[in-house]
């Protein structure tokens, strides 16, 4: 099968911000990043439990692209460490998949969308009939079905991402890392993918961590959403999302909780705006 | 696209008319002496007899064959050379300076060099067309690596694919627009280093009969020569651009 981690999706304690140590997913521990003199991230610690959503939210330039670059293991920590399952994570791994903003620049512009699924598989050696299968599967899976044999050029920007995250479901990541994703997507199309990730993350049981500009997607995403405050970036207030899933687009948004978070998390971002 | 397709090829073959009129006034008007400067007739005419009569046929295949031999031994030694330096930034760093400089000297240094080892045989016009013509093809599989998309790498290590799979999945595909277009100068420089190598070594082939012909003033055979020479550029450099509007679809699809 192609989702090797089926296990029910474990959810973190109520109330318990941090997870008891020994099943975090992914354990940051006092991490710093600095280029050269200059310190870009100061000091974060975070353990995220198996399953679990994280959103990260903060303004422009406080870090959040850095702290998912390390997450992925594409930068290194200056001090401090990143654990993915007890382990220190040296390097990019392929347990670790990461959706970039820029789809654009990370899709294989002389490969099909199936050849650019097809990638992640010729990576690990899968032989080439379970290729076709797997590959047709998470196309289906993330509406792509019909779309199999288009260029990325031939793709809208929707179509584009969505064949991003079907490449990173095809390498059974168990953490999912996402950077701004839908961004640069219209406000349907956003609300679409928001559904078609959460079902992926509810029945892979993924760990996920979701860096987004937009309040609403990071409460209607999370089950905990992390506010990063600038110079140099580190955490300045973790907010438990307690909202029942699954989640609905016109439901979540009206329940008072949601904005009651809404506003409890404007107020908090625009004391970083001063 | 078809419509747009044909009214090119309806200009492009109302300038060739305008140029064959324009070359039978001045030769009508006997500007220049018959004796070296024959009109499109009498070309046509020594055209017609040097290809049906078979002497000049037969020379046109062996300047093709080496062109393309010396063509495909430079674009193998190009691109292989080029994926080598290609794949390490820092040899990249290291040699691609020396290469620019090296780039406009090498067909006609090469030549002394080449026949002082290979003396003057068909192995020695075969090795000044191949080092004349890896030039584009090195310098385009430098270049191309180079610059691939840098997330593309951030791609192929979060995925794991190994440092072969890299240079055959990513880079090369990556570098091939620009390789194509290589491909194609690679095989303009191959037919003139084939008919200069032919003329000096004095090998069978279009070089050699057009040396001959203009030796004993037989102008009508030179400007044959010339003629199909030309020829065999336009075709040559339209089988590839067709082969390259084939490989890059998925190029053309975006504009
Ligand atoms: N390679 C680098 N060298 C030097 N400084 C860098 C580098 N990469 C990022 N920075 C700096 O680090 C800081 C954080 O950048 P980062 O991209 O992580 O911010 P961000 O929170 O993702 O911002 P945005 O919301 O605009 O995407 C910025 O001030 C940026 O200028
Ligand atoms: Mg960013």
Redesign the pocket.
């Known amino acids: 099968m192609v989702v090797t981690q089926l296990s029910t999706r474990p959810r973190h304690g109520e109330g318990n911000s941090t997870p008891a140590s020994g099943e975090a997913r992914i354990r940051i521990f006092d991490v710093t990043l600095s ?2 003199s ?1 310190q ?1 991230i100061g000091g974060i610690s975070l353990d995220i439990a198996p399953g679990e959503t994280i959103c990260v939210i ?10 998912l ?1 390390m997450l992925a293991g594409l930068a290194r920590p200056t001090s401090g460490s990143v654990e993915l399952d007890g382990s220190v994570l040296g390097g990019p791994n392929r347990s670790v998949a990461i959706v970039f ?1 820029d789809y654009g620049k990370a899709l294989l512009p002389w490969r099909t969308a199936a050849g650019n699924v097809s990638l992640a598989l010729e990576a690990r050696g899968c032989p080439g009939a379970e290729r076709l299968a797997i590959t047709r599967e998470m196309l289906e899976k993330i509406g792509l079905g019909r779309h199999a044999d288009k260029y990325p050029a031939e793709m809208s920007g929707g179509m584009q991402q969505r064949l991003q995250i079907a490449r990173c479901l095809a390498q059974e990541p168990k953490v999912l890392l996402m ?2 994703p839908f961004g640069a997507l219209d406000a349907m199309t956003r609300q679409a993918l928001q559904d078609e990730v959460l079902g992926l993350v509810a029945t892979t049981g993924a760990t996920m961590v979701f ?1 987004t ?1 937009d309040l609403e997607e990071a409460i209607y995403l999370g089950d905990r959403i992390i506010c ?1 405050q600038p110079n140099p ?1 580190r955490v300045g207030r973790i907010v438990d999302v307690r909202l029942a899933r699954p989640r609905n687009q016109l439901l979540t948004r009206e329940n008072p909780e949601f904005l009651r978070l809404r506003r409890e998390l404007y107020d908090l971002i625009k004391d970083d705006h001063q | 696209m078809k419509h747009f397709s044909l009214r090119k090829l309806f200009l492009g073959c109302g300038a060739l008319a305008l140029f064959i009129l324009a070359w039978k006034l001045v030769t009508d008007a006997k500007l220049v002496s018959p004796i070296f400067f024959p009109g499109p007739e009498r070309t046509y005419a020594a055209l017609v007899k040097g290809l049906s009569g078979g002497a000049m046929l037969s020379q046109t295949l062996e300047t093709v064959q080496r062109m393309l031999l010396g063509w495909l031994l430079a674009s193998f030694v190009g691109v292989f050379l080029g994926v080598l330096i290609g794949v390490s930034r820092r040899a990249r760093a290291f040699i691609a300076p020396t290469l620019e400089l090296l780039r406009p000297l090498p067909a006609s240094a090469m030549i002394p060099i080449a026949i002082a080892f290979l003396g003057f045989s068909d192995n020695m016009v075969l090795v000044v067309i191949a080092f004349g013509a890896l030039w584009p093809m090195l310098l385009a599989t430098i270049h191309g690596f180079a610059a691939m998309e840098p997330r593309l790498y951030e791609v192929s290590a979060l995925l794991g694919l190994s440092r072969a799979q890299v240079i055959w999945k990513l880079a090369l595909p990556s570098a091939m627009p620009m390789i194509l277009a290589s491909l194609r100068l690679g095989l303009t420089i191959s037919l003139i280093l084939a008919v200069v190598g032919e003329m000096l070594a004095s090998r069978q082939g279009l070089g050699q009969s057009i040396l001959a012909a203009s030796r004993s003033f037989r102008s009508p055979d030179l400007f044959a020569g010339i003629v199909i020479l030309g020829a065999i550029g336009l075709v040559g450099s339209r089988l590839l651009s067709f082969a390259e509007r084939r490989l890059l679809r998925w190029q053309a699809v975006s504009r």
């Open positions: 280029y050269g200059l870009i903060g303004p422009s330039g406080c870090g959040k692209t850095t702290l670059r903003q950077d701004e860096v500009h990063l970036g």
